[in-house]
C-alpha cells in the first residue's frame, strides 16, 4: 500500500514547491512516486513534468487526445486533479481519480499538493489510502500562523485513526526572527518543526526552468534540506498531533510578538517586560 502525504498551507507559502521537491527527492532516490495538484490552474506539477503535456482530471471524459497522466522527473507520475472544493470539479474528479491508476503505476509514495485552504470546512483529498501522514507548510507571517491554526483546529476534530501528523514546515521565512515566532507557536500547539527551508533565489530560478531545485540546483543547500525532509517521511517519523490555540489565546499570542517586533523596529521600548 502507498503512503500517502499531504501537503497542505496558506495559498503562496510554498506548498507546490515543497511537494515538488519532495517528490523529485523520493523519486531521485529510486522509489516509485506520484504527485498529485489540486491547483484550479493545473500548474502543480509543471516544475516536475517540465513541458510534458496532460490532461487535468475534472476533462479526463473529454474527447482530447492528451495524455491523462505524464511521467515526469525520474518516472515521477504527475496526475492535475483539480480543485475538489469547486462544485463542477468535485463530483466528476472523485468518480475518476481513484486508486488503479496509482497502483498500476506501482507508486509507493503518493505526494498530494492540497491546493484549498484549511478552514472550518477543510477535508483531505479522496484519493488516500491508509492513514495519510499530513505536513503543514507555513512561513512567518501571521496570515500564514492563522492559516495553520485553523488546520490544527480542524484535525483535532478528526478521528486520530483518520491521519498522522508529520510536522511543520517553515519555508522562505524573511529573518532569523520569524523562526523564533514559528517555534513559539508549534512548542505552544505542542507539535514540531520536521524543515527549514531558507528563502532561495535558486527556488525562483528553477521555476523559471520549470525545474525542482532537486533537479536544476542538486548540489544546493535547499536540495539537501528537502532530501533531509524526505528521510523523515521514508523513516515515517510523526510527531506529537497538534492543539490548536483558542481564539483568545492566538490573540494574545499574536499581540506579545507584534510588540517585540515594534520594538525591535522602532527602538522604542514600552514597559521592557521583553527584553
Ligand atoms: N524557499 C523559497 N525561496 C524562494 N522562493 C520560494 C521558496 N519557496 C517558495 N518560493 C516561491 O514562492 C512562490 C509561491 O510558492 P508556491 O510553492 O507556488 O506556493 P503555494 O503552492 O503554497 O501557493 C513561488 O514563486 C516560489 O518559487
Ligand atoms: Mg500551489
Redesign the pocket.
Known sequence: MAEHIIVV????????????NITAALAEAGRQVALIGY?PRW??TTTIRGSAALLPVPQWRSEEVVPRYALGYKGALCIEAGDFTIEGHTRQSAALLDLPLLIQHGASYVIH?V?WEPGPYFSLPPACEGVPIVLV?TSGDMTSINVVNELFRWLNTVSSSNYRFGGVII??LKGPLYESIISDYVSRTGTTIVAN????????V??FYNQTLIEAAPSSH?AYTYRKLVRHIVDSLVVPRPIPLDAGELGTWATSWGEIISELETGVVRDGSNI
Open positions: 498551507g496558506k495559498g503562496g507559502v510554498g506548498k507546490s514547491t515543497t511537494a515538488a491547483d500548474s502543480a499538493d491546493a507548510v519555508n522562505n527551508i531558507p528563502h532561495s533565489v535558486m527556488v525562483s528553477s521555476d535547499n
